[in-house]
């Protein structure tokens, strides 16, 4: 029987499943974003160390993804998803068991193999496969929207959890129950894939090779210039998404807000823009072009940076908050949507592993050096740090924007959706 196309039935179940396996895979190897004092006080950290240990995560993206993209498309990728998340699972009951600065160190670089090496590009993957090409922007955008709701449900879960242990037990006991926290929703997810992913298949097009990716063709997708063009998009963007993170210290620093209403804006700035990741999905079905929607998107939030660099010290806690939450939302949402600019960027579907661990080992390669420079500027600057950061968010906004632009203008050039008016014969 031939599978139903579009986003309906068990595919959407696998794409909510999917952003649940993603939620539940990077929330806590990016707790700082929401327990940013808590895990300092817990372990006896530094803002340096902290940086530090991401900068290792960051370097296992590099590694891990470089290999997996090939890696995953010659396995099964349903099935390293599943694995990957029991091994997060693991990783994250010894966190739970015994914080500490070392064994974050050691942690975090195991995180690096099961977050990164096939599940990376697996999960990146999936809302391709499953849909038509001319759905992949729907897809995305659904698949988006799961992870918004599924980090919102494991964070205010957390958060809730440790509001009930902060004032009744140690700092470290606190941490550690957020962790187990953690640890049960990544055991949900691995358990939900294996009930839910053998009920979908992938969609193939017509004509379309089944055969697995070989290493002969891995040069030529590293030699598409339009999925470097799409890789500077989200280098620029996820970088962007970090700085937001940084809005928890920040106005808990520079303003005094208390440390729990801080975290819930912390949610709300990291995850919060994926809510709406199925209306710019259908926009993107609709325009084809994602990467005119990328550039309009980095000229909002390059505006909206100005607008906190220039006046945070002469508008109310609240419109900056507001223009904050703007930040975050934007951030995350265009970084996602990133993903559905492959058909723009001509990488072949059964390349879709190797392209996708190609794009998140360099453009998420932020996590290997931004922490760490924005740990050290805090520690050396004390709040000025937090002005420096907002103009190197800004640099990389224009760096962005420009890639996006130049995408667009190649892909309507080359006519990759075939809507272009066809010239009138002499």
Known sequence: MEQKKGLGG????????????????YSLPYIKGVFYGPMMEATGASNTQLGLIMSVYGFGNIVFNLIGGFVTD??????????????TTILSVWLALA???????????????????????????????IVPDELVGESIGFFSFAQSISYMIINFASLYVYNLSENKVSQATAFSRVV?????????A????????????????????????????????????????MIICGFCLYSTTLTASYFVPYFHDVFGVAITFAGVLGVLNMYGGRLFSPILGKIATKTKYVSRMVVFG????????????????YV??????????????????????????????????????????????????????????????????????????????????????????????????????????QKAEA
């Not at 010659?74 to 091994?87: A, P, R």
């Not at 600065?101 to 809302?127: D, E, H, Q, R, S």
């Not at 492959?342 to 360099?362: D, F, K, Q």
């Open 10 to 25: 068990w595919v959407m179940a696998a794409l909510m499943i999917a952003g649940l396996c993603y939620a539940a895979s």
């Open 190 to 229: 691995a358990l939900g894939c294996m009930l839910v992913f053998k009920k979908v298949k992938d969609v193939k097009k017509e004509g379309e090779e089944e055969d697995k990716f070989t290493f002969s063709q891995l040069l030529l997708v590293m030699k598409e210039p339009g999925l470097w063009m």
């Open 99 to 129: 914080p500490s600065v070392i064994n974050m160190y050691i942690i975090w670089g195991l995180f690096g193999l099961t977050t990164f090496f096939v599940f990376n590009p697996a999960i990146f993957k999936m809302p391709r496969m």
């Open 316 to 421: 109310p806690v609240g419109v900056l908050v507001a223009v904050s939450l703007g930040t975050g939302v934007l951030s995350t949402l265009f970084t996602n949507i990133c993903l559905a600019m492959t058909p723009e960027a001509n990488v072949a579907r059964n390349a879709s592993g190797t392209a996708m661990g190609l794009y998140a080992a360099i453009a998420y390669a932020p996590d290997l050096f931004q922490h760490t420079l924005f740990g050290h500027w805090l520690d050396k600057y004390g709040n000025t740090g937090y002005v420096y950061m907002f103009i190197f968010t800004l640099v990389l906004l224009a760096a962005g924007g420009i890639s996006a632009f130049l995408l667009y203008k190649k892909s309507r050039r080359e006519n990759v959706f075939g809507d272009a008016p």
């Open 74 to 87: 010659k396995l099964d990728y349903k099935k390293c998803i599943v694995v990957s998340l029991l091994g």
């Open 180 to 188: 187990w926290t953690y640890a049960a929703f990544t055991l949900v």
């Open 298 to 313: 980095a000229v909002f939030l390059i505006t909206l940076f100005v607008l906190v660099l220039l006046f945070a010290a």
